[in-house]
């Protein structure tokens, strides 16, 4: 069923009227903005506008498929509620600035995502974001994720990060103000969304398959509903039903 | 010797006492070395008269001792004092219980006599006895009392004065009567009271406090107990207890204690709250026999807010004596204990992200949100057991829960799709019986909702343009506050007008908006979209008020930027520009109180009959500033039978001062509940607010109204006094003398310069003299 997802994702556009989005702006619109910061920062072409693409068809969000590029001296990057860093080899250290305003970003309210892009077998991004993330915010560590949070329920109901790659089940965070303004996973779940524009995947999943793509798809769903409607899906009106949604599953 | 003194110089009948005095007025020393001396000459005159007989020895000796007593008695100068003295009166105090117990029946078989009218007629008893002692030795001081000692000049004065006091202290009357009266000048002190301690709190037993007060006196103190000897039977409202407010749909409890005296066999007692007039509940307490005292607990929801009086009502027995003691009112101010919101929105956004957060962080909002997560446009490629959502519960919300909410927001959401036409008329009526309504821009808000012409529109506070997605107007701007918006409380993001506008000017640029119709009556638009590139100005944030609700639309969907851009975190205002004018918007749509452009209140919640109310309304305009000159009407009505049978007990009209304040005074005339009612109007609209206050005796005493004559028994037994019944004479009553004498005239006469006196001095030594020159000494 799950394998035949994305075929149906092409042939449900013809049925349905498309929503119009008639949003005041460009900004608006619900969008993925990239931290311009080290080498993998481009390396995953054609993969926010996929994303954002499946969003606008599979939820109500009005989209802005196009991502932007800040760096993080740039105060644009406080425009920018969804900052994605995708980063392999080394992450190279923040200057003050940056750091201070990256701080203050996600203390008002922002939200990143960092995506380690790297092949597998290259720790080296992993050893030294994890530094960085330490400069950015002193006081707490990264913690991971745990099954209850609202990124594996805010749209898809999902157990852990997914991506191009399977290099770690878990996700981790840190915690601040019930949120989580900072997320990291370890799988390349934007390796998983590009496409060309002949409508071929530009990078192929390992260990492979459809239905991991069709994983990080909805991870990449659940993480924009995350940037967007916070712990909506923590509200009591919905606990029951996804309680109960879930244990069916586990059957 | 004074008798002796007496027969000698036969004083003038003028002087009643007479005494030996010494007016010499030598110092000790002096004193010492004369008595010295004197034993000196004695010793020498004894050593000189060795070689003569024992006779003539004796007889030298004799007379030398008498030399030297008529020389001590010239060095000493004794005298006679005459005085003419009389005696200072002490007092005797009658103190008279005048708390309100001693308006009750003396005796349970003839209501007609009063206790304090039995204490008056055993003071006319006694008027005798008062005369005979006044007449002699003692003064006597009339005092009546209650939680303090009142003085009255005589008897009469007394006597027609009624009981009115709500405790009754001894404590007080016999520290206070201490201060009054000195405790050596007091011969006795008579009490007539039906006994009891009384504080706010109740009766209490006889405490260490007022025996320390008995012995400080030190003086008899006579009991006279007044009231039935045995307890009559009552049934009272010991105590209510209810807070002073509540919070609307949770429950409230009042805790109530019932007291029961005399009675013998088991009895039931139905007891009653009722709010206004409307009965809330009821329960049946019943009494085993000896049981003199039970608890219970009414509990109910209030559903709205404001202020409510409340009766506590226990039905009378067929015998009972005092009734007051079976009702007690007080009033109760509902208040939500979490603002209610309902946030309804059309798809997932930043605006929306920003607005929810702020919510969520407001402990003060019970936070309920819907978002359109997928719509009949989306692409549904997982089963419904893979996806988080839930049916969007449209009459659950709309129908059975409207009424539940404080504020509804329409946040860029279209009731079209969801069956919802239905609801739309109920959603009005809703806002109009006192509900908040907020729409916030966005394609699917206004016309692009298709609210256009629907009943909807009936609650925004413009008309709406045609139904249509094109009805937007693109483009960025920055917004500027209307006159209006400078004072008004929702687009107030500083209280000092001017700084509030440069604030306004210096946020983040907004980003689109929707295009409006024409405005209706009372809309306040509070911010405009400026004109630019040839287009009009609009409408971006309009304020109504909604029958009994109110209603807010804000035009755009990009407030968001307030919350996060480089101008808003980076300068010190923006993001609190964000969160003040959301909580501003919240505040003014839920009518906060504190928001309402007219106010009155009265100074406390509770009075006595009689006692000095005041009152304060204030009028504030549309920006929420002062009137002076304003016209307002203050009706003050007895709202003890409700709302609807509201009595008109007095109307002031006046004009508001330079700060918009009109004062009256007012002494609520009888117990009940009142409202004041202030209405003004301001520029043509017209404005009403209200204040409840509860005025009623207080009943300490009538709680537990059974006489306490083991206290004035503990009393007198304390002091050394004697315990009366009102029929015994006072002729016998113990009383302490006067003790002051006054000494009115004097006269000393002195025993040393006379005659003989002096005659005697010479003769003896001249006699001693001659006998030892004869005898052969020199």
Redesign the interface.
């Known amino acids: ?2 394998s035949c ?2 075929g ?2 092409s042939l ?2 013809a049925i ?10 460009n ?2 619109k ?1 969008g993925i903005t990239f931290l311009d910061w080290g080498e993998g920062a481009h390396a995953r072409p054609r993969s926010a506008e996929q994303l954002m693409w499946e969003v606008s ?6 989209v802005r498929e196009a991502p932007i590029w800040v760096g993080p001296e740039d ?2 990057l ?2 920018s ?1 969804l900052l994605v860093w995708l980063g392999r080899g080394e992450a190279p250290a923040f200057s003050e600035i940056a750091q201070e305003r990256i701080n ?2 996600l203390r ?3 939200l990143l995502f960092i995506d380690d892009i790297s092949p597998p077998g290259d720790q080296r991004f992993d050893r030294s974001v994890r530094q960085r993330i330490k400069e950015l915010w002193p006081e707490s560590e990264l913690k991971v994720v745990d099954e209850d949070h609202t990124i594996f ?5 999902i157990n852990q990060a997914h991506g191009r790659l399977l290099r770690s089940s878990q996700l981790e965070h840190i915690g601040f ?2 949120l989580s303004p900072i997320l990291y996973g370890r799988n390349d779940t934007f390796g998983a969304l590009g496409r060309s524009p002949t409508g071929d995947w530009l990078l192929p999943t390992l260990p492979g398959g459809s239905v991991q793509r069709e994983k990080a798809f ?1 991870f990449g769903i659940n993480l924009v ?1 995350y ?7 923590r ?1 009591q ?2 606990t029951l ?2 309680l109960r ?1 879930r244990q ?2 586990a059957r | 010797m004074d008798t002796l003194l007496n027969t000698w110089l036969n004083p003038p009948s003028n002087f009643n006492q007479l005494s030996l005095v010494w007016l010499g007025s030598w110092s000790t020393l002096s004193l010492i070395l004369v008595a010295l001396l004197c034993l000196a000459t004695l010793g020498l005159g004894w050593y000189n008269t060795q070689k003569l007989n024992p006779m003539r020895k004796s007889i030298l000796f004799i007379l030398r001792i008498l030399t030297l007593g008529l020389f001590l008695i010239l060095f000493m100068q004794p005298a006679a004092r005459l005085e003419e003295v009389s005696r200072v009166k002490n007092h005797v105090a009658i103190l008279v219980d005048h708390s309100r117990s001693m308006n009750l029946p003396h005796h349970d078989q003839n209501k007609d006599i009063s206790r304090v009218f039995q204490a008056h007629q055993s003071l006319k008893n006694a008027q005798t006895t008062l005369k005979k002692w006044s007449k002699k030795d003692h003064y006597i001081d009339y005092f009546s009392f209650d939680t303090h000692l009142n003085a009255h000049d005589h008897q009469l004065e007394l006597v027609n004065s009624d009981p009115s006091g709500n405790q009754t202290s001894l404590i007080n009357a016999l520290n206070e009567l201490s201060t009054r009266i000195p405790n050596q000048e007091l011969a006795a002190v008579v009490i007539l009271s039906d006994g009891g301690e009384w504080t706010a709190s109740g009766q209490i037993d006889p405490p260490l406090k007022l025996m320390s007060a008995v012995e400080r006196l030190n003086t008899p103190i006579h009991t006279i107990a007044l009231g039935p000897k045995t307890p009559s039977l009552d049934l009272s409202l010991a105590e209510v207890r209810a807070d002073d407010f509540a919070f609307a749909r949770n429950a409230v409890s009042v805790d109530v204690d019932i007291q029961v005296h005399g009675h013998q066999d088991a009895l039931s007692c139905r007891v009653s709250l009722s709010r206004g007039t409307d009965l809330l509940s009821e329960r049946i307490v019943d009494f085993a026999p000896g049981q003199t005292q039970s608890s219970l607990k009414f509990e109910f929801v209030p559903e709205e807010t404001g202020e409510e009086s409340y009766t506590v009502y226990i039905d009378p027995l067929a015998d009972e004596q005092i009734l007051e003691n079976n009702l007690t009112r007080f009033s109760m101010r509902v208040i939500r204990d979490k603002i209610r919101v309902l946030q309804v929105v ?9 607005l ?2 702020h919510l ?2 407001n402990p003060n909002v019970d ?17 419904q ?6 049916p969007f519960p449209t009459q659950e919300l709309f129908e059975e829960r409207l009424g539940s909410f404080d504020l509804m927001i329409f946040q860029d959401f279209t009731y079209q799709g969801y069956r919802m036409k239905r609801y739309l008329p109920l959603i009005r009526d809703y806002v109009k019986r006192g509900g908040g309504f907020m729409m916030i ?3 699917q808000s206004f016309s ?1 909702g298709q609210y256009a012409g629907t009943a909807i529109e009936d609650i925004l506070p413009f008309y709406l343009p045609p139904n249509g ?1 094109n009805q ?1 107007q ?3 701007f920055t917004p500027t506050l209307s006159s209006s918006g400078m004072r008004h409380p929702i687009t107030a993001l500083s209280l000092v007008p001017e700084e509030n506008q440069t604030l306004w000017q210096e946020l983040p640029a907004l ?3 929707n295009k409006v119709g024409k405005l209706k009556k009372n809309a306040q638009v509070l911010a405009w979209r400026s004109a630019a590139n040839g287009q009009t100005k609009t409408p971006l944030i309009v304020a109504s008020p909604m029958g009994k609700g109110r209603s807010l639309a804000i035009t ?3 407030i968001w ?1 307030w ?4 101008k ?3 300068h010190d205002h923006g ?1 609190r520009a964000y969160h003040r004018l959301w909580s501003n918007a919240i505040r003014w749509l839920i009518r906060d109180p504190a928001l309402n452009p007219l106010q009155v209140k009265a100074d406390r919640d509770r009075y006595r009959v009689k006692q000095n109310l005041s009152i304060i309304a204030q009028s504030l305009d549309e920006s929420y500033q002062a009137i002076a000159g304003s016209s307002i009407t203050l009706r003050i009505e007895d709202i003890s039978q409700g709302i609807a049978n509201a009595k008109l007990i007095t109307e002031h009209r006046g004009k508001s001062s330079e700060n918009g304040e009109l004062h009256f005074s007012w002494q609520a005339p009888k117990e009940g509940v009142y409202r004041v009612l202030a209405r003004s109007t301001q520029q043509g609209g017209e404005q009403e607010a209200e204040d409840l206050f509860v005025v009623a005796e207080d009943l300490a005493e009538l709680k537990d109204p059974q006489a306490r004559p083991d206290i004035l028994k503990a009393i007198s037994q304390h002091s050394g006094g004697e315990i009366l019944s009102i029929d015994d004479s006072w002729d016998s009553l113990q009383r302490k003398a006067p003790a002051v004498t006054q000494v009115n005239r004097r006269e000393d006469i002195a025993l040393w310069a006379t005659w003989w006196a002096l005659l005697l001095a010479v003769l003896i030594p001249s006699l001693e003299w001659a006998l030892r020159r004869r005898w052969g000494l020199s």
């Open positions: 069923m799950q997802s994305l149906l994702t449900a556009l349905y009227k498309q929503h119009t989005a008639y949003a005041f702006g900004r608006e619900v068809k599979r939820t109500s969000i009005e105060p644009k406080l425009e509620p203050l970003y008002s309210g922002g329920k805010s749209f898809f109901l103000d019930d909805r509903m940037s967007t409607c916070l712990n909506y899906k509200d009106v919905h039903e996804i949604r069916f599953k | 059309g798809n997932p956004s930043w605006d929306q992200r920003f929810r957060k969520k962080k936070l309920i949100s819907f978002f359109i997560l997928r719509t009949n446009a989306s692409v549904q490629v997982a089963a057991d893979e996806l988080s959502l839930i821009g966005g394609d692009g997605k937007v693109l483009g960025e980003e689109g908006n755009t969907d990009s930027h919350a996060l851009s480089p808003a975190i980076e993001s």
